[in-house]
């Protein structure tokens, strides 16, 4: 996407509670309007939550970045309760390619098909893509904790451990 994404007023309130208010909004929307449609646009300056997920504040109220960015780039849902689906499976990835409008019951069943769901899997390795890998390296390295990279990657913090000091997916360059 070259040019900026307008964002729609349903998404605009009164200040948000936050020191710099709309701060790491713009931030989340410069790097969703910079996307590529093959990469993942990784939004690495917020920590992400235990679920795996980064947050905005907006109108006081702690909305998801890529459900945000989902509502910037295709409108807001039509249904309640519908996820902002990621194609690509990383969930701090903000690309508006990357992101669709979802039912619980389609998103979750995209994961089983695709073995993304991949909590308690016997096989922790090949289940991260190089993207992932890096990522998980990047933000071990900005001293997040492996049980949340653990959390967020959806593996045990041990497979996380061994991801972040490089006996697993050696071959992976960062
Ligand atoms: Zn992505």
Sequence with gaps: MSTPIPIPDSM???PTPERRPGDS????????????PGECSVVDFIRPNN???AYV???GRRVGA????????????????TDAAHSCRNRTCVNPH????A??????SDR????????????????LCNDEVRQLRRLRTSGVLLKDLAGQFGIAESTACRIAQGAFYSDVAS
């Design 12 to 14: 605009l309130g009164k």
């Design 51 to 53: 679920s795996g997920y």
């Design 112 to 127: 089983t098909a695709d073995g993304t769901d991949h909590r308690g899997s016997r096989n922790p390795q090949a289940k």
């Design 103 to 108: 039912t619980r019951s389609e998103n979750l």
């Design 98 to 101: 990357h992101l669709r409008w």
């Design 57 to 59: 504040t907006i109108d």
């Design 25 to 36: 909004l713009q931030r989340v929307l410069a790097l969703a309007a910079s996307s590529k």
């Design 66 to 81: 890529h459900r945000f960015v989902c509502a910037v780039a295709h409108g807001d849902p039509v249904a309640p309760r």
